[in-house]
């Protein structure tokens, strides 16, 4: 995926991350980012950012966009994703290290005919 140059408080940054639902707590980064550089995500229509704070995230990884206690749920896709097992800063990785699954009752979700 090509990034898309926007124009952000002057200068010119890229579109390197990825708000799958507007009521995420993480984005997705889908170029690599390295600590300090900021991943640039739309939110609402409007571009936001948020400071790397790990040395390096390869694409994929998912950047909190919030400071996460223990036992907070991480959203992405406007769904529960899983909750943390350990505080997450903005700015760091999420990541199977440091989030598990939260079981779901599915039958419960169905829509009902």
């Known amino acids: 995926m090509k990034s898309q140059a926007i124009q952000l408080g002057g200068e ?4 390197n991350g990825l ?10 980064c889908v170029a690599e980012i ?8 739309k939110k609402d229509g409007r571009e936001e950012q948020v400071e790397a704070l790990e040395k390096h995230s390869p ?22 994703l899983g909750k943390t097992n350990a505080p ?5 990785w999420v990541s199977d290290k440091n989030i598990f699954s939260v079981p779901r009752d599915y039958e419960q979700e169905f829509v009902k005919e």
């Open 12 to 15: 010119n940054m890229k579109i």
């Open 19 to 28: 708000l799958m639902d507007d009521r995420d707590n993480v984005v997705t």
């Open 34 to 41: 390295h600590k300090g550089e900021q991943v640039v995500y």
């Open 59 to 80: 694409s994929a990884t998912k950047i909190a966009l919030t400071d996460l206690p223990e036992g907070s749920e991480v959203i992405k896709y406007g769904e529960l």
């Open 88 to 92: 997450v800063a903005r700015g760091h």
